[in-house]
């Protein structure tokens, strides 16, 4: 049952965040801390599938530091502002593969500190793909480059910023897509095919079409995701609501946020807690860390009161063991989720996170749940499936950077088309739902389904799967060729999407007919849409950018890619 009010338990013992949680202090001597740091990236710079993670908590000060973050890393800021806890050398993601290539830098992220980088000149490098961030950083004076200026010509794929503030230029180099929110940018140098800007300062220039570039001038509405402080002890900061806003929340005057002391958060570790114990202290009232580590469920989490705060930390993963959804959330105000990995398990579930349920109508704009750097993955380090990944009920929910992938490869036996089998990604019912930073990929049936009115979309990224079979297995009932990535519902009669990119690379000879399918009317404003044929078997296709318009993509005749005209 849904509950209205929550109680206010708190713990007496002192925060214990587990092995996998490294905090270091100013005091501490730079080559200690280089001691434990660098042993931990050379075992997850390749790690991409494997279970081990991690987090690094540090407390204010200065730091002279040269941070690699490889796959299952997050790096934290402990102070009130990125200001108050300064490195200077490198926080860094480059490229894994000796080529420069970066379009499998997936997991990983940093938050709420300043960056002095000095170990590469000014260069300042994160060379990322899907399942990353970048928030609360300051960058001072130096460089941001979102690919691997060692090897120039190779492509990083997709990446997210958010409430940071770059001193110096940006340049985009060969990174694919990209969307920033809510940051001061100085200046941005360069695109691929889609980068979306929404509430930024100082945004690029250049028009759609002959620039990739999407800019918003301000965010309709977000709360920023809450960070951990310390300052005697650990708390955490939950920022408020804001709307139609432009720029950081920490450069000027410090936005307003609730501050939850750490007593009032279970402190969950995946080697000795279970759902129960979770759920045993959610259903307490209390709010929930999950440590770095991959948490086994054997039922759901529930999320049953309103302003519950869960936060993850060193992508910490849960996987539902007996076909149950991971986390379901009530219809309730104010939920925060954070920092998570939802892994489908071995037995088939029905979706991995739901958030309300069918009836709910409530309405929360107010004070809306809001999802933050989530990832969800179906196969890859195993076996898994479901019939659909994140479903999305309650109304006025703002999802902030969320990967949603059908994994296209992985270990030995985690993928193929019978073997980590999932039909849709993305399912919204709610009203007025927000998305900033979407990528919803290989899933064999649509990929986002959006049946909720009011809802807005700012940069998504999706690439078509890969091992289609062939025509006949992906046919819709009407005889319409393959799904598309992008359904709105023909009964909905208000939607926004700017900036979409979808992509396809087939295994064998198939077409797809829309990449986008939407309703018609004036209500539908579907902007800055783009198509792309990657590579892949001659003769297939994307035949349509959306309803029937828009350039066919195609390897014969060599049409690779293709644009909206607004």
Not at 107 to 127: C, F, K, M, Y
Not at 290 to 311: A, C, M, N, W
Not at 530 to 536: A, I, S
Request: hydrophobic share 35%.
């Amino acid at each position: 049952m849904t509950s209205t009010s929550r109680p206010t338990p708190t713990n007496p013992n002192p925060a214990d965040f587990g092995p996998n949680v490294h905090i270091f202090d100013p005091s501490m001597p730079m080559a200690d801390i280089t001691s434990t740091i660098v042993p931990i990236f050379q075992g997850q710079d390749t790690n991409q599938f494997g279970p081990e993670r991690h987090a690094y908590l540090f407390k204010p000060g200065s730091y002279n530091l040269n941070v690699d973050v490889g796959y299952y890393m997050t790096v934290h800021g402990l102070g009130h502002s990125p200001n108050d806890v300064t490195i200077t050398g490198g926080v860094q993601s480059l490229a894994t593969s000796t080529e420069g290539l970066a379009l499998n830098s997936f997991w990983r992220g940093v938050e709420n500190l300043s960056i002095v980088p000095t170990t590469n000149g000014d260069i300042s490098g994160w060379a990322v793909s899907q399942a990353t961030f970048l928030r609360r950083v300051h960058i001072v004076h130096g460089q941001l480059f979102l690919f691997d200026w060692r090897y120039p010509t190779n492509y990083s794929s997709g990446g997210f910023i958010a409430d940071s503030a770059i001193d110096n230029q940006i340049i985009s180099g060969s990174q694919q897509q990209f969307v920033s929110r809510n940051s001061t940018l100085t200046k941005w140098i360069g695109g691929v095919w889609n980068m979306v800007f929404v509430g930024d300062e100082q945004p690029p220039s250049g028009s759609w079409p002959d620039q990739p570039f999407t800019v918003i001038d301000k965010t309709p509405v977000i709360r920023e995701k809450p960070y951990l402080i310390f300052e005697n002890d650990y708390a955490v900061q939950v920022p408020k609501l804001k709307k139609d806003s432009q720029g950081t929340s920490w450069s000027t005057v410090q936005d307003s946020a609730t501050t939850l002391p750490i007593s009032q958060f279970y402190i969950a570790k995946a080697t000795s807690d279970t759902a129960d114990s979770i759920n045993d202290a959610l259903h307490q009232g209390y709010h929930l860390i999950l440590t770095p580590g991959v948490y086994h469920l054997s039922r759901s989490l529930e999320v049953k009161y309103p302003d519950t705060v869960i936060l993850g930390l060193g992508m910490a993963t849960l996987v539902p063991d007996n076909g149950t959804p991971a986390m379901v959330i009530d219809d309730v105000d104010g939920v925060s989720i954070s920092g998570i990995i939802f892994d489908a398990g071995p037995t088939r579930s029905s979706q991995l996170l739901v958030v309300g349920d069918a009836s709910s109508s409530s309405d929360h704009s107010t004070n809306p749940t809001a999802l933050f750097d989530l990832s969800c993955r179906v196969g890859g380090a195993a076996a898994g499936s479901t019939l659909n990944c994140v479903t999305i009920n309650s109304n006025n929910v703002i999802l902030d950077n969320i990967w949603i992938w059908r994994a296209d490869h992985g270990n030995p036996g985690a993928v193929g088309w019978t073997v980590n089998s999932a039909e849709n990604g993305l399912m919204v019912a709610g009203q007025n739902v927000v998305a900033y930073g979407l990528f919803v990929e290989h899933f064999q049936k649509f990929q986002t389904i959006w049946n909720g009115n009011g809802g807005q979309v700012y940069m998504y990224q999706s690439e078509i799967p890969y091992d289609i079979p062939d025509q006949n297995s992906w046919q819709q009932p009407s005889g319409g060729k393959g799904y598309a990535s992008y359904r709105v519902g023909d009964h909905v009669s208000t939607h926004i999407g700017k900036g979409l990119g979808i992509y396809c690379n087939f295994d064998n000879q198939v077409e797809l007919d829309n990449a986008i399918e939407t309703p018609t009317g004036s209500g539908i404003q579907m902007n800055h849409l783009t198509t792309q044929w990657l590579n892949g078997k001659p003769f297939s296709a994307i035949n349509h950018i959306i309803n029937g318009t828009g350039d066919r993509v195609y390897d014969n005749g060599r049409n690779l890619n293709a644009k909206s005209a607004t």
